[in-house]
């Protein structure tokens, strides 16, 4: 994961002084790397002793294995398509520049998204998903959108799955739950209070869960036994939820498809699915 997302998500909870210097590295990258601790500290009006014991914080052995940190994250940064703009949707935008902005947000989000989550972390999920009894998915608004489209693909692939859009429901389905079962719980804010809530009683039950959330810390991924992150830049898209909902979906595809891979009659089961569905199909016509 990215050092420049690592700091720009915990710059809520940072103390000020952390912050300022939190903030200019991230806005600043370029010169940041270019900045002795001295130049940095004097730059932003603190100490340089401030300026190692950051990068201490952020686990990082001295000031210079930061700034290394932060050359080879500038070295992997995702461009934008050619043509495509990544910026905040105004007023004024006509119709081909919003377009371009709203792709180039959805495209910028996937990706990063991707880059957020370990291979290591998809493995470890992808493990508790394959292994579960029964898997149930949560979420409230636009996060419940996309707990059912995921929900249909597992149902292809033969899994014991429940969701309701209700949070009733919900709550009532997981106060069946066990150790042997999973809890799959979406919500980029992490702070879904329904959401929340039935995360708490399926942990008190012994049930695995699986948050997918922001890089921020928020209470859904500290009940979370593991914890798989979505990047959004809603402020810039001014979007309802547009971008978050692509990186959940982004998200929940790749899991998918990763879980296709590895379940040997996975095929199978998609097309017995896909067959059953065409008999409809072919008395509608």
Same mark, same amino acid.
């Given at each position: 994961?990215?050092?420049? +997302?690592? =700091?720009?998500? $915990? !710059?809520?909870? #940072?103390? %000020?002084?952390?912050?300022?210097?939190?903030?200019? /590295?991230?806005?600043?990258?370029?010169?940041?790397?270019?900045?002795?601790?001295?130049?940095?500290?004097?730059?932003?009006?603190?100490?340089?002793?401030?300026?190692?014991?950051?990068?201490?914080?952020?686990?990082?052995?001295?000031?210079?294995?930061?700034?290394?940190?932060?050359?080879?994250?500038?070295?992997?940064?995702?461009?934008?398509?050619?043509?495509?703009?990544?910026?905040?949707?105004?007023?004024?935008?006509?119709?081909?520049?919003?377009?371009? +902005?709203? =792709?180039?947000? $959805? !495209?910028?989000? #996937?990706? %990063?998204?991707?880059?957020?989550?370990?291979?290591? /972390?998809?493995?470890?999920?992808?493990?508790?998903?394959?292994?579960?009894?029964?898997?149930?998915?949560?979420?409230?608004?636009?996060?419940?959108?996309?707990?059912?489209?995921?929900?249909?693909?597992?149902?292809?692939?033969?899994?014991?799955?429940?969701?309701?859009?209700?949070?009733?429901?919900?709550?009532?389905?997981?106060?069946?739950?066990?150790?042997?079962?999973?809890?799959?719980?979406?919500?980029?804010?992490?702070?879904?209070?329904?959401?929340?809530?039935?995360?708490?009683?399926?942990?008190?039950?012994?049930?695995?869960?699986?948050?997918?959330?922001?890089?921020?810390?928020?209470?859904?991924?500290?009940?979370?036994?593991?914890?798989?992150?979505?990047?959004?830049?809603?402020?810039?898209?001014?979007?309802?939820?547009?971008?978050?909902?692509?990186?959940?979906?982004?998200?929940?595809?790749?899991?998918?498809?990763?879980?296709?891979?590895?379940?040997?009659?996975?095929?199978?089961?998609?097309?017995?699915?896909?067959?059953?569905?065409?008999?409809?199909?072919?008395?509608?016509?």
């Amino acid at each position: 994961m990215s050092v420049l +997302k690592k =700091i720009e998500a $915990k !710059l809520e909870t #940072m103390a %000020q002084g952390d912050r300022e210097i939190g903030r200019y /590295i991230v806005d600043n990258p370029d010169q940041m790397l270019r900045l002795s601790t001295a130049a940095l500290a004097a730059e932003i009006g603190r100490s340089q002793s401030s300026v190692v014991k950051f990068s201490q914080k952020l686990g990082y052995a001295s000031y210079q294995e930061l700034k290394l940190a932060v050359s080879e994250a500038k070295a992997q940064e995702w461009q934008v398509p050619a043509g495509v703009i990544h910026g905040s949707i105004e007023v004024g935008d006509g119709h081909q520049v919003i377009l371009k +902005k709203l =792709i180039g947000s $959805k !495209l910028l989000s #996937m990706q %990063q998204t991707v880059a957020a989550n370990s291979e290591r /972390i998809l493995s470890r999920a992808l493990d508790l998903l394959d292994g579960a009894r029964r898997i149930h998915l949560v979420g409230v608004g636009a996060s419940s959108l996309v707990a059912r489209d995921f929900s249909y693909k597992l149902m292809k692939l033969g899994r014991n799955v429940l969701h309701d859009s209700d949070s009733h429901i919900q709550m009532a389905n997981v106060s069946t739950l066990g150790p042997e079962d999973v809890l799959f719980a979406l919500s980029h804010s992490g702070a879904s209070i329904e959401t929340l809530r039935i995360a708490e009683l399926a942990r008190k039950r012994g049930t695995t869960v699986i948050a997918v959330t922001g890089l921020h810390d928020n209470p859904l991924s500290r009940v979370a036994n593991i914890r798989l992150y979505t990047i959004a830049d809603e402020e810039r898209a001014r979007s309802s939820s547009i971008t978050a909902r692509d990186a959940q979906l982004t998200l929940t595809d790749l899991l998918f498809l990763l879980l296709v891979q590895r379940q040997p009659d996975a095929n199978d089961h998609i097309h017995n699915s896909e067959a059953a569905v065409s008999v409809l199909k072919a008395e509608r016509s």
